[in-house]
């Protein structure tokens, strides 16, 4: 899945080894491991794929960030940093106590993010954030649960647990 620089929507095909236009516009788009696609628009609507409709279903509420683990972990962020987690059964977000500038979810249920400072947090569901030693710009968490990030300085680094 991509957008381009216009806000439209591909999906890449393995059968034909082409980019298919998919109807919508998007800011950003978000895959998961099981093929949960997310998406903002620039008005930071939310939408959630329809793959059995081949259509967008709007989740109301607006984000800036979004970031798609599975259908069970997608985690966004508000224009205040405020975090919020997909609940696909109520099909609305719900509020999770943090702030942060950067969040990412993986397909296993991590969480990682980092806030306005640096300061890198791991998502525990028994205490909600555990502070993690050290300073980021950004986090990811890969398709195989590794955790990577971007110092300060540049540099990429891989947490090992």
């Known amino acids: 899945w991509g957008i381009n620089t216009a806000g439209q929507i591909y999906r ?7 980019w298919n236009w998919i109807p919508g516009s998007l800011s950003q788009i978000a895959v998961g491991a099981d093929d949960s ?18 259509t ?13 683990g599975s259908l069970s972990s997608i985690w966004g962020l508000n224009g205040a940093g405020q975090i919020y987690h997909y609940n ?5 977000w719900d509020s999770v106590p943090g702030t942060l500038s950067e969040i990412s979810a993986g397909f296993d249920g ?12 791991r998502y525990d569901p028994v205490t909600t954030w555990d502070q ?6 950004a986090v ?4 195989d649960g590794a955790i990577w990030g971007l110092d300060p300085a540049g540099s990429i680094l ?4």
């Open 12 to 18: 890449w095909s393995q059968n034909s080894l082409t």
């Open 37 to 54: 696609v997310v998406g903002i628009n620039s008005a930071g609507l939310t939408y959630i794929y329809n793959h059995a409709q081949s």
């Open 56 to 68: 967008w279903a709007q989740i109301p509420g607006t984000l800036t960030q979004i970031s798609v």
């Open 88 to 92: 696909p059964q109520s099909n609305q």
């Open 110 to 121: 991590e969480v990682w993010g980092v806030n306005a400072i640096g300061q890198i947090y």
């Open 132 to 137: 993690i030693p050290g300073k980021l710009a």
């Open 140 to 143: 990811i968490v890969a398709s």
């Open 158 to 161: 891989r947490y090992a647990y």
